[in-house]
C-alpha cells in the first residue's frame, strides 16, 4: 500500500528542501511527519512510538544544521525513522525492516546522513566525540557534532565513560537528551529521579528560559565575559536546584529542560547553541508516542507493536481457532516463577528488557525477587555474580546479542569464580527484522570457550523449561541457557519438570549413511526436512546435540563409528559455532568422515523474516534436505524405524 505524504512533505526530499519552508510551516511540516509514520508503520510494521516522540526535535536538527557535513548521531535509532524520510527515503521507507529493504536503524552504507550505525544502545556520545576530535584535528572549526540521546540509554556506563571524557575535549559537541523517562520499558534508577527532579523544579525553570540566548550574546563580546558569565550562570543554577548540576560537574554546560515538542523554540535554541563553543547538553522533555493516543498512554505496547488499524487502534494478530505454540519468553516468565515458587534462592535480572523477555511476570508476582537493572549488562552480570556469591541462584536474561558487551564479566567476574549464573540468552540465533545489530549469532562460540561454563540450547518449550530447572540445582556453576525470538512448536508444553543430565544429548530418530546433528530450535527444521527426505526414500538420522559445552561424547562416538557422512546445523555462527566442535571432537578422537557444516556464515546477515534469512543462509528445512541428497547417499523404498 503506497501512502501519500502531506502537501509539504512530498516537496521535502532531502534537508535541504526543509530548508525551503518558512519557520511559519514548520508545524504543518511536523504534522505531516507525523502522520506519515503513523501511516507507514500501521500497514507495514516496526517500532513506532520513539519515532513520535522527537518529531520536532527530528525537524528542528535538519533545519538548522547543515547536515550531512554536520555530523548527527541517534542513539540506538528506533527513533530515527523521521531522519530517514527527510534524508532520502521517504519514497522507500515502506520497505523499512522488510527482507532486501532499507534497515530500521540508521546504517552507514544506506546513505551518508547516516552518519554513524547504531542498534544498541549508549553508542552516541562515544561516537560523536570521536567525529568532534577528528574535526578539531582536520581544522573543521565549523563542523557541528549532535549526539541524540534517550533517558534510558544514558544509564549505561558506556555514556558515562563519554561524558567523563567530552568533559575535557574542547570539542564542538552537543549531547541532546532526548527524556521521555522511557526506553522500552519504564526507566529506573537514581538517574531517572535526578531528571525528574529538573524538571520539575519550577524556580529553575522560570530561570534557564533565556539563558542560551543570553550566553551567544555574550560569547561575541569575548572569552573573558563569556567565563565571568558561565560562572554566574553555574552559580545560580546549583543554588536553584539546591545541588550541583551533574553535568555541568563533568563540565558539560547545560541547557534546558526545554519543551520537545515546541519545534520553533527548538530551532531558537539549537541556531542559539550552534554558536556556543565547547561540550554541550540540551535537555529535551518529549512524549514517547506523541500524537497518537494510544501509543502516549501505553508506550511499552506501541514501541513496536506490528501492524494496526490506526482508526481503532486495534493491534492485527493472526486469528486461528486452534491452540497455539507460546513464546519462548513466555515460557522463560512463567516457569521462572514456577521455579521461584519451589526454589527460594532464585532471583530475576534483567538489564532493561522486562517485558521483552517476560521478566516483568515475576517482577509483578515477586517484586522482591526480580531487578530491572536498566540498560546496563556488564552491570547485571556482575550484579548477578554477588547474588550469587552469598549462595542464591541469579537467572540474568540478556539479549544474544546484547551479552557481547558483558563478555568480560562474564569471564572475569562468572566463570573464574565457579559461581552459579543461569544465563537466559534470548533472541539467540536469527533474530529477524532487526537485523545485524541484533542477529545473536555469536554466542554458541564465544561461550563454549570459557573454562568451567555450561553452554545448552534447548530444541522445543519442554526442553526449556527442563534446561532452566536443572541449572538451578545445586553446584552447577556458570550456565547459559540459548533460545530464538518468537514462538515454539508445543501446545502442550507445561509439562513436569525434571532435570536433564548435563552434557547429554538425545537421539530424535535413526536412519541409514548419513547423520544429522543440531543444537536447539533449529533442530525443528531437521525434523521437517527429514519428513521430506523420507517421502522420497532417505532416511538421514538425526540427533539434538543439546549442549555444546560439555559435549556428549558417548553420542559422538556412537556417530562416527556408526556413519561417515555428518552435517551439523546450528542458528548460529559457523566459526566456532557448535559444528567447530564436532570437527574438533573428530580429530581429537581419530575419527574419519565427511562433515558439513551448516549456519550463519561468516558475514553479517541482514534483515528479513527468519524463515527468510534460514533460507538465505542455507539451513531452513528445504537447504537441509538438499544437503542431503548432495552427500551422495543411496535412494531406499523401505522405512527406517524411529
Not at 100 to 110: D, L, N, T, V
Not at 389 to 401: A, R, V
Not at 438 to 450: E, N, W
Not at 559 to 582: L, P, Q, R
Request: aromatic letters at 8%.
Amino acid at each position: 500500500m503506497q501512502v501519500t505524504p502531506g502537501d509539504l512533505l512530498q516537496k521535502i526530499n532531502y534537508p535541504s528542501d526543509l530548508k525551503q519552508v518558512t519557520e511559519d510551516q514548520l508545524e504543518q511540516v511536523c504534522q505531516e511527519l507525523r502522520q506519515y509514520i503513523i501511516d507507514v508503520v500501521s500497514v507495514n510494521g516496526g517500532h513506532f512510538a520513539a519515532s513520535l516522540g522527537v518529531v520536532e526535535l527530528t525537524v528542528a536538527l535538519h533545519y538548522i544544521l547543515n547536515t550531512p557535513y554536520d555530523q548527527l548521531v541517534w542513539d540506538v535509532g528506533h527513533q530515527a525513522y523521521g531522519h530517514k524520510i527527510l534524508t532520502g527515503r521517504r519514497d522507500n521507507f515502506h520497505t523499512n525492516r522488510v527482507y532486501k529493504g532499507i534497515s530500521g536503524f540508521p546504517k552507514r552504507a544506506e546513505s551518508e546522513y547516516d552518519t554513524f550505525g547504531v542498534g544498541h544502545s549508549s553508542t552516541s556520545i562515544s561516537a560523536a566525540l570521536g567525529m568532534a576530535v577528528a574535526s578539531r584535528y582536520k581544522g573543521e572549526t565549523d563542523r557541528q557534532h549532535v549526539a541524540v540521546i534517550g533517558d534510558g540509554a544514558m544509564t549505561a556506563g558506556m555514556a558515562f565513560e563519554a561524558l567523563n571524557h567530552a568533559g575535557i575535549e574542547n570539542s564542538n559537541l552537543l549531547v541532546i537528551l532526548n527524556d521521555n523517562n522511557m526506553s522500552i520499558d519504564p526507566n529506573v534508577g537514581a538517574l531517572k529521579q535526578y531528571l525528574t527532579d529538573i524538571t520539575t523544579s519550577k524556580p529553575y525553570n522560570r530561570f534557564r528560559d533565556d539563558i542560551a540566548h543570553v550566553l551567544t550574546k555574550i560569547s561575541s563580546m569575548g572569552p573573558d565575559a563569556f567565563k565571568i558569565a558561565k560562572k554566574i550562570e553555574k552559580s545560580i543554577k546549583g543554588t536553584l536546584l539546591k545541588r550541583s548540576n551533574f553535568f555541568e560537574a563533568l563540565q558539560f554546560r547545560y541547557f534546558g529542560p526545554i519543551d520537545g515538542h515546541d519545534v520553533k523554540h527548538l530551532v531558537k535554541v539549537l541556531r542559539d547553541l550552534r554558536d556556543i563553543p565547547g561540550p554541550k547538553i540540551l535537555h529535551c522533555i518529549t512524549t514517547k508516542g506523541k500524537g497518537y493516543a494510544l501509543a502516549e498512554k501505553d508506550q511499552t505496547k506501541w514501541h513496536a507493536p506490528g501492524l494496526f488499524d490506526k482508526i481503532t487502534g486495534e493491534i492485527k494478530k493472526a486469528k486461528t481457532d486452534k491452540p497455539q505454540p507460546p513464546k519462548y519468553q513466555d515460557v522463560f516468565g512463567h516457569t521462572i516463577i514456577e521455579l521461584a515458587e519451589q526454589n527460594s534462592k532464585i532471583m530475576g535480572i534483567t538489564p532493561a528488557m522486562p517485558s521483552g523477555c517476560s521478566l516483568n511476570m515475576m517482577m509483578k508476582a515477586m517484586p522482591d525477587r526480580a531487578f530491572d537493572v536498566g540498560i546496563a549488562e556488564q552491570h547485571a552480570v556482575t550484579f548477578s555474580a554477588g547474588l550469587a556469591t552469598q549462595g542464591l541462584i541469579p537467572f540474568c536474561n540478556i539479549y544474544s546479542s546484547f551479552m557481547q558487551r558483558a563478555y568480560d564479566q562474564v569471564i572475569h567476574d562468572v566463570a573464574i569464580q565457579k559461581l552459579n549464573v543461569v544465563f537466559c540468552l534470548d533472541r539467540a540465533g536469527i533474530a529477524g527484522a532487526d537485523g545485524p545489530t541484533h542477529h545473536g549469532a555469536y554466542d554458541l562460540a564465544y561461550m563454549r570457550c570459557i573454562p568451567n561454563m555450561t553452554v545448552s540450547a534447548p530444541m522445543n518449550e519442554e526442553e526449556l523449561r527442563n534446561l532452566m530447572y536443572t541449572a538451578q540445582q545445586d553446584d552447577m556453576g556458570p550456565f547459559v541457557i540459548r533460545y530464538p525470538r518468537g514462538t515454539g512448536v508445543m501446545v502442550d508444553w507445561k509439562r513436569p519438570l525434571k532435570a536433564i543430565p548435563v552434557g547429554k544429548g538425545r537421539k530424535i530418530s535413526d536412519g541409514e549413511e548419513v547423520a544429522i546433528l543440531s543444537i536447539g530450535a533449529i533442530g525443528n527444521e531437521v525434523v521437517k526436512a527429514a519428513a521430506e527426505l523420507g517421502n522420497e526414500g532417505f532416511y538421514p538420522a538425526h540427533y539434538d546435540i543439546r549442549f555444546v559445552k560439555p559435549l556428549d561424547e558417548s553420542l559422538l562416538h556412537e556417530v562416527f563409528t556408526k556413519y561417515n557422512k555428518v552435517i551439523t546445523v546450528e542458528d548460529g555462527c559457523i566459526e566456532g559455532g557448535m559444528g567447530s566442535a564436532i570437527l574438533e571432537f573428530m580429530a581429537d578422537n581419530n575419527y574419519n568422515a565427511e562433515v558439513v557444516r551448516l549456519g550463519i556464515p561468516d558475514q553479517f546477515i541482514e534483515h528479513g523474516e527468519q524463515p527468510e534469512l534460514w533460507a538465505e543462509c542455507g539451513y531452513d528445512a528445504n537447504a537441509i534436505a538438499e544437503q542431503v541428497k548432495k552427500m551422495g547417499i543411496k535412494r531406499n523404498t523401505h522405512t527406517i524405524a524411529s
